[in-house]
């Protein structure tokens, strides 16, 4: 879906990239506090870990907004440019492809290391940890990644509309699942309620971007037209879709509507 | 507008001397071009292409009737109009368009410095890094990367400047041979010792009949290619080798700070080069759209489709002569009537353009406008994502957080090109956030994805 286009994908980097950035901060800072800190404190060490992952979820989500303003201006330009006054790209679709963006960089860096660690000798848990350690990191990041496709529509949407509820929705749940994998090695404890949070959202997305329970089941029973009905089940056909468009706060059409 | 130029010598220490420069695809155009249009090289027809851009398809009806007008100056300034909006229109076409070579291009050195262990050895230096680093006081390690630096920047900054005064003084043989030499050592002795090493690292046998073979066959087509014709699919392909296998022997010869210290070096160089009025870069370029010449194919990556025959229409067979009778046909409405019956019918058809165009002559001309990359900027862009994954310690975090910044920094890079509509060196921002984000990325980051990663923290 996102790489037929080439906005889309130009698009995603760029979410990849203030991902990165905001990482890099949050790390900086945590950086800071360690070395200013008695190294040998673990409790000390310990809290200033988790103040370390605290700031920088709360640093992403910021990042996200600073990343939608961007992304607003850059419609408007689109617009500009375009020849019939609409913009190539509406703003879900780009609230996707940014989610995607930021999931996809978030996953990476969790998890590539430990694939290129994985491809050498070695035994998992040999010191007492886990054995399941890299089967629960894959499923970690799976579900990590999808949550933040999930929030970048939740989050443009509440941009979009002012609703800030949702925006503060959003922050708690990334609060709340990044929290949650404090549990591990316990792992019910953050696999169980991040799951349980991904479907919450999945849902809450897909109702925003104007799906429905009588497109799930025309997805479902319409076996012939399957292409489109993907297309009806994702609620990201811009035009002549029977869903609702986003109206933004000015009452001015976002959506593009076309033949 | 930004050249790139590679200047090899004879032997293998020598390394090549990259400028970096990113070219628009369009130049101003000039009514006397069309004179040019009989001639069908690749690389005059992608200038040609060029100045066509003004007349390619548009859906906007008023351009069109503007592309009827008989008048050539009139058409151009409605053209360029029209250029602007489809430049920016397609701009991330052309983005992508140089993205996915780019990629192709760090994946291949990633690829190779993470399983071939030769080209992470240190296996002495080139002649042009004089100084070394196995000095044991920080203050002496700087002072030699700095010296190294300052000798591999004026080497670059002597050569570019030999081959701009050659460029000026027409002797097209001596480039056309020093550019044949250059890349000849490329395709043969340096492929011959990477076969060699990868053949090794897999331990692979390969018997030299075969090799031989192998590798002449790749470097023969590798040359016509590059040089002459090819399909552009192909040429693009070997660009992306050589930029590649350059790109591989640096990161073997040079010591580590200095190769920092160039990269950052070079980019600064590079800005200055071809912003300042006087530098070489920009005068080579101006002197090539004066005399509308296309820059030497073997050294710029270009991204615009090539006019191949082998088109997926039913009268495809008639491309080949009606190519020129077609551009006129769209300039300047003087129809050189070729006497194959399909040729007429591309003419007439092409003639309501506005309401019923042809998909591919529609494809071909949204694919044609492209743009120019140096082959230098693939070779340092390569330089720095392969020695952040030589040498992080973070590994793989490292490197895709250089390439990530490499590709961002490309992408506004084109942004301000689609802006300011003349060459612009590519290398300075995309090298500025690659060692901006390789520095922190190692130092920062690192620890800290560790540390989370060793209590399973998802953040």
Redesign the interface.
């Given at each position: 879906t996102i790489a037929r286009?080439?906005?889309r994908?130009?698009i995603l980097?760029?979410g990849?990239?203030f991902w990165?950035v905001s990482?890099?901060l949050?790390?900086?800072i945590?950086?800071i506090a360690?070395k200013a800190s008695d190294p040998n404190d673990e409790p000390l060490q310990k809290g200033l870990?988790i103040f370390?992952?605290m700031f920088?979820?709360l640093l992403?989500e910021a990042f996200r907004f600073l990343y939608y303003k961007l992304l607003r201006k850059a419609i408007e330009g689109l617009v500009a440019?375009?020849?019939d006054g609409c913009s190539p790209i509406s703003i879900q679709q780009m609230a996707y492809v940014a989610g995607v963006g930021f999931g996809l960089?978030?996953g990476?860096?969790?998890m590539?290391?430990?694939l290129?660690d994985a491809l050498g000798p070695g035994t998992v848990g040999i010191y007492g940890d886990s054995q399941l350690?890299f089967l629960?990191?894959a499923f970690?990041?799976m579900v990590?990644i999808f949550l933040h496709t999930f929030w970048g529509i939740l989050f443009f949407h509440g941009c979009e509309n002012r609703r800030w509820w949702e925006i503060a929705a959003v922050v708690v749940m990334h609060l709340a699942?990044?929290g949650s994998?404090?549990c591990?090695?316990l792992y019910v404890g953050s696999l169980v309620p991040s799951y349980m949070l991904m479907a919450i959202a999945a849902t809450w997305a897909y109702l925003l971007s104007g799906g429905s329970a009588q497109n799930v089941r025309r997805f479902l029973l319409c076996k012939s037209c399957s292409v489109t009905g993907t297309w009806y089940l994702a609620g990201l056909v811009p035009s002549g879709l029977p869903g609702r468009s986003w109206v933004s706060a000015g009452g001015h059409r976002v959506v593009s509507v076309g033949g | 507008m930004m050249i790139t130029f590679m200047n090899n010598s004879d032997s293998e220490e020598e390394p090549c001397n990259e400028r970096t420069s990113l070219m628009s695809a369009e130049s101003p155009p000039v009514p006397s071009y069309q004179d040019g249009l009989q001639a069908s090289e690749a690389g005059e027809a992608q200038t040609h292409r060029k100045r066509r851009t003004g007349g390619s398809h548009s859906p906007n009806n008023a351009a069109d009737g503007n592309m009827s007008g008989s008048s050539v100056p009139v058409r151009e300034s409605a053209s360029e109009n029209e250029e602007e909006e489809l430049t920016l229109k397609y701009g991330a076409k052309h983005v992508i368009m140089l993205f996915v070579p780019v990629t192709l291009c760090m994946i291949v050195v990633v690829a190779t410095i993470k399983s071939v262990r030769f080209y992470t050895e240190k296996n002495g230096q080139l002649i042009y890094t004089p100084f070394s680093e196995d000095t044991p006081s920080v203050g002496q390690r700087l002072l030699n990367s700095v010296l190294n630096t300052i000798i591999m920047i004026s080497v670059i900054v002597v050569m570019t400047v030999f081959l701009v005064l050659l460029y000026k003084y027409r002797c097209y043989k001596f480039i056309h041979g020093w550019l044949i030499l250059s890349s000849l050592m490329l395709l043969f002795l340096f492929t011959y010792i990477y076969l060699g090493e990868v053949l090794k690292t897999y331990n692979v046998a390969m018997d030299y009949p075969t090799l031989i073979l192998v590798i002449w066959n790749f470097g023969a087509v590798g040359m016509i290619c590059i040089h002459w014709k090819g399909p552009l699919q192909l040429q693009q392909a070997y660009l992306i080798m050589i930029s590649a296998l350059m790109a591989l022997v640096f990161i073997k010869y040079l010591p580590e700070w200095s190769a920092w210290v160039i990269l950052g070096a070079i980019s600064i160089y590079d800005l200055m080069a071809v912003l300042c009025p006087k530098g070489p870069l920009r005068m080579l370029v101006e002197t090539a759209q004066e005399r509308n010449e296309p820059i030497f194919p073997a050294l710029i990556y270009s991204s615009a489709m090539i006019w191949t025959v082998g088109m997926a229409k039913p009268d495809t067979a008639a491309r080949g002569p009606s190519q020129q009778t077609w551009d006129t046909a769209e300039d300047g409405r003087e129809n050189h009537r070729s006497p194959s019956h399909s040729d007429s019918e591309i003419l007439e058809t092409r003639s309501p353009v506005p309401t019923h165009p042809i998909t591919s002559l529609e494809e071909l001309e949204e694919e044609e406008r492209g743009v120019k990359l140096g082959l230098g900027d693939f070779i340092f862009y390569s330089v720095l994502v392969g020695k952040a994954a030589a040498t992080a310690s973070g590994d793989w975090n490292t490197t895709l957080a250089c390439f990530v910044a490499i590709l961002i920094g490309l992408c506004l890079t084109l942004l301000l090109l689609a802006v300011f509509k003349k060459a612009l060196p590519a290398l300075p921002i995309s090298i500025t956030f690659g060692l901006v984000f390789y520095f922190s990325t190692d130092n920062l980051v690192r620890p800290f994805m560790d540390t989370l990663a060793s209590h399973q923290l998802y953040i």
């Amino acid at each position: 879906t996102i790489a037929r286009d080439p906005l889309r994908i130009i698009i995603l980097i760029a979410g990849a990239f203030f991902w990165l950035v905001s990482l890099l901060l949050s790390s900086l800072i945590w950086f800071i506090a360690v070395k200013a800190s008695d190294p040998n404190d673990e409790p000390l060490q310990k809290g200033l870990l988790i103040f370390g992952v605290m700031f920088s979820v709360l640093l992403q989500e910021a990042f996200r907004f600073l990343y939608y303003k961007l992304l607003r201006k850059a419609i408007e330009g689109l617009v500009a440019l375009s020849e019939d006054g609409c913009s190539p790209i509406s703003i879900q679709q780009m609230a996707y492809v940014a989610g995607v963006g930021f999931g996809l960089m978030s996953g990476a860096f969790s998890m590539i290391n430990l694939l290129a660690d994985a491809l050498g000798p070695g035994t998992v848990g040999i010191y007492g940890d886990s054995q399941l350690y890299f089967l629960t990191s894959a499923f970690m990041t799976m579900v990590l990644i999808f949550l933040h496709t999930f929030w970048g529509i939740l989050f443009f949407h509440g941009c979009e509309n002012r609703r800030w509820w949702e925006i503060a929705a959003v922050v708690v749940m990334h609060l709340a699942v990044s929290g949650s994998t404090f549990c591990n090695p316990l792992y019910v404890g953050s696999l169980v309620p991040s799951y349980m949070l991904m479907a919450i959202a999945a849902t809450w997305a897909y109702l925003l971007s104007g799906g429905s329970a009588q497109n799930v089941r025309r997805f479902l029973l319409c076996k012939s037209c399957s292409v489109t009905g993907t297309w009806y089940l994702a609620g990201l056909v811009p035009s002549g879709l029977p869903g609702r468009s986003w109206v933004s706060a000015g009452g001015h059409r976002v959506v593009s509507v076309g033949g | 507008m930004m050249i790139t130029f590679m200047n090899n010598s004879d032997s293998e220490e020598e390394p090549c001397n990259e400028r970096t420069s990113l070219m628009s695809a369009e130049s101003p155009p000039v009514p006397s071009y069309q004179d040019g249009l009989q001639a069908s090289e690749a690389g005059e027809a992608q200038t040609h292409r060029k100045r066509r851009t003004g007349g390619s398809h548009s859906p906007n009806n008023a351009a069109d009737g503007n592309m009827s007008g008989s008048s050539v100056p009139v058409r151009e300034s409605a053209s360029e109009n029209e250029e602007e909006e489809l430049t920016l229109k397609y701009g991330a076409k052309h983005v992508i368009m140089l993205f996915v070579p780019v990629t192709l291009c760090m994946i291949v050195v990633v690829a190779t410095i993470k399983s071939v262990r030769f080209y992470t050895e240190k296996n002495g230096q080139l002649i042009y890094t004089p100084f070394s680093e196995d000095t044991p006081s920080v203050g002496q390690r700087l002072l030699n990367s700095v010296l190294n630096t300052i000798i591999m920047i004026s080497v670059i900054v002597v050569m570019t400047v030999f081959l701009v005064l050659l460029y000026k003084y027409r002797c097209y043989k001596f480039i056309h041979g020093w550019l044949i030499l250059s890349s000849l050592m490329l395709l043969f002795l340096f492929t011959y010792i990477y076969l060699g090493e990868v053949l090794k690292t897999y331990n692979v046998a390969m018997d030299y009949p075969t090799l031989i073979l192998v590798i002449w066959n790749f470097g023969a087509v590798g040359m016509i290619c590059i040089h002459w014709k090819g399909p552009l699919q192909l040429q693009q392909a070997y660009l992306i080798m050589i930029s590649a296998l350059m790109a591989l022997v640096f990161i073997k010869y040079l010591p580590e700070w200095s190769a920092w210290v160039i990269l950052g070096a070079i980019s600064i160089y590079d800005l200055m080069a071809v912003l300042c009025p006087k530098g070489p870069l920009r005068m080579l370029v101006e002197t090539a759209q004066e005399r509308n010449e296309p820059i030497f194919p073997a050294l710029i990556y270009s991204s615009a489709m090539i006019w191949t025959v082998g088109m997926a229409k039913p009268d495809t067979a008639a491309r080949g002569p009606s190519q020129q009778t077609w551009d006129t046909a769209e300039d300047g409405r003087e129809n050189h009537r070729s006497p194959s019956h399909s040729d007429s019918e591309i003419l007439e058809t092409r003639s309501p353009v506005p309401t019923h165009p042809i998909t591919s002559l529609e494809e071909l001309e949204e694919e044609e406008r492209g743009v120019k990359l140096g082959l230098g900027d693939f070779i340092f862009y390569s330089v720095l994502v392969g020695k952040a994954a030589a040498t992080a310690s973070g590994d793989w975090n490292t490197t895709l957080a250089c390439f990530v910044a490499i590709l961002i920094g490309l992408c506004l890079t084109l942004l301000l090109l689609a802006v300011f509509k003349k060459a612009l060196p590519a290398l300075p921002i995309s090298i500025t956030f690659g060692l901006v984000f390789y520095f922190s990325t190692d130092n920062l980051v690192r620890p800290f994805m560790d540390t989370l990663a060793s209590h399973q923290l998802y953040i």
